[in-house]
DNA sequence: GATGAATGAGGCTTCATTCAT
DNA sequence: AATGAATGAAGCCTCATTCAT
């Protein structure tokens, strides 16, 4: 068995323009893996395989780095949130809801999605323009779509009447819920519990507890 | 009748003895204001009103400090749910599941209470024994005493036939999921949402779902 | 011959009236003997017999170390001059210059004494501050209280006219000069220049050549 | 007829020859204004209008560059020094003296200029090598151009006997002092003093102080 | 020759912990 | 028991220098 020589022979290559995203990308696993306060920049550095002053070269500072990945990892949901908002079909929104759910617990059964909100709780007080800017962008704007259509069901006697942004509350803490516990509390030999059974089973209590009393 | 130990030589009123109690207040506080790493163990002791080197009388470092505050959090709730799931009263269990719930919610509005599942979310990465430890006493015992409660529901034909497991998901997740949101994303010149109402409403639907489907 | 142990067996001691007077003793000679930027606060702290922390115990930073040090060493100047300034007895000012210059001679061949101002020279690009509030405090008060003698001594026809100012600088800059060049330039085996030897002659020289012109 | 040694497959304009050059008066510049450690190679670039490798080609290091940069203001002040003292034309020394010392002035006025003796102050203490060699190069060849005209001032009678080496200094302090303290001590809203009125009002005075008594 | 991305040693500063009082 | 001065290891960040392009 011989020792593998690096195929590369250089010390390093220039790739600034893929050295944010590679920045980035191993900041968000050591930050998640340990927390940001105990990740040190080293960390960052060798699991992006560059050196630590390379990162100076496109971040100002740990912090920066920070708000960076959440800005970066904020962006295309806040987007697509808004795109569902606007978009919604006509007819009833139980199978949109539905939808919207399932699509929510596949991306968040990604540990590299669920990372971010988790950081967020996480350095929330040491930062509460990060937390105050996800709010606004992410949390806001997915209670307030869920919201909307849930009250476009109660309009159309779809559903029952009820506050429409507690029933949103009700609708989705379930999978975000799990999406934590399963980054935070997993164990190594869990067999991870598949996000379509948990949110499929928690959608159907939900429109059956919602939807309009049968006649009486 | 209490035993003096000092026979009136000192000045300080405060009795040793209280002295534990006082450096956990303290920390918990702080620990849940600025986290756990960006807290200074004179911040502790400030807080506490106290000397930094005061708290090394009780606690062997900082880390001991975050596991005796998790363990004196995590007791009484594991007692109580150990009770509870002994001692559920004969006959339908929703209404004792809307008693727990709200129970919960009460609980958890106040901030002392939330900042512990909060803390321990944000440091699981960092002491995974104190994850596992808090899974094992309080979520799962948690989880499982509702559970039971829903198998014996959907025995009884009360509920319709579903997966216990995740239906206790479904229930709890609302109440957890807005202690944890209000708690990070608070903002000063917020309405608090009270948390009866959203329970009330939560449990409500959640009910409506889950009971069997009336002869029609 | 025996290694001698440390009389004190303590690793040290408490002596928070003593610190920060030792701590800026140990910094003067040590910005002195390598300049502020190259001086690491190891080096300080090994000067001053302590550990690194225990200037920040004392001193806010590095800069303000150098700030303490500087206002330390400037005040006394600052409030003899002007009480030269207040204080000048009646009669003639030559032998008043003189004493003066000598004094200033004597202080500055002290390289403690000699060093603050070179430090201030030599950081007045970093610390602009610094470097007014020096110039103010120190070099025009002293300028100053030269000017007014001077200007006195041309009233009363015991100097001819001149500008009073420009004699001011005439009459302190040889003394000023070699303080500094006895600092940088010193050679180890060099016998230093008597202060007083070259002040006298100077002093000599000025006044020879600013008194009235013998009777024509 | 210069030998071009590249056939005009070139873009840029600049001489290879001239980049020391570029570089040293760039260096100057930056490390008059910051100071030698507070200096960034990259600021030396910025103002040399090239890129930080490139000073790499022409200077071994940091040092090397403070090194050329005070070697090269040296030599000019050395050889007319040297010039001066072997040509100095026949008969009385004072207008000698006097147009030197305005010479000096002069010169020393430019802050190009009164940048090196202030660069070799300030880092003296981590170059003895340089502070040496600047002695013996200037202070020392200064000093005793000056020295050896006033000794021929005083075995002519022209001037009264006293120590011509003290004298020296007495003579050239107020104008070197002054171009320190108007480098290190300028305000924006100063007039600058004109050095020639400084320096002929100090000339005025030692001549007139080191002058053969008038019999009266 | 020129560039500027990349490196990594080194310094300031913080803070958990110790210990003399 | 309590204090708080003192310690020193550890981490963020800078920047002189190197080297692939």
Redesign the pocket.
Known sequence: MTTPRHTAS???????E??PKQILDAALRVFCARGF???????V?RKA??????????F??????LEALIERAMAPVATQLEAMAASAPEGPVAPLLQTMLELAATRLADPDVAAVPLLVIGEAGRFPHLAQHYRERVIEAGLGAITSLIQRGIRAREFRPLDPALAARSLIATVLLQAIWSTVFARPDDTPLHPHILAGQHVDIFLNGVKTEARR
């Open positions: 250089k010390r390093w290559t220039r790739q600034p893929e050295r306060a105990q990740t040190r920049m080293d960390d550095a395989g560059i050196s630590k002053g390379t990162i100076y070269l496109y100002d500072s740990k912090t920066a780095l």
